[in-house]
């Protein structure tokens, strides 16, 4: 990726000053890497919020799991997978299928 034309400043025979190009290249390089690193940080969050969802699905109680109506393989699935997996099937066939609590939980992406 080029820097931006516009910024560069072009000495009066015409050749490029190379200090302007050099600076030009660097915000952007560090534009870059701001943008690369917030995206990680976004994904460690996500993934934290996943680990975290699934320790309280974890520390639930058979009673309330039956309450829930939620079958205890979807859980077991559910619990074993890492962080950066997504929901398991079961998981959404239970929350399309009920409409509940589940699928708020989860509401459906726009388009």
Known sequence: MRPNTSEIRRRPDGSIDT???????IVMR????????????LIFARWHE????????DRMSAREMRDLA????????ECRRW???????????????RGDLVAAQ????RR
């Open 106 to 109: 989860h509401p459906p992406k």
């Open 50 to 57: 996943r680990m975290a969802e699934r320790r309280d699905i």
């Open 19 to 25: 200090d302007s190009y050099v600076r030009c290249a």
């Open 83 to 97: 962080p950066w997996q997504t929901m398991s099937d079961g998981r959404d066939a239970l929350a399309a299928s």
């Open 30 to 41: 560090n534009a870059h890497i701001g943008l690369v690193l917030s995206t990680i940080r």
């Open 70 to 77: 939620i079958p205890s393989d979807i859980v077991e699935d």
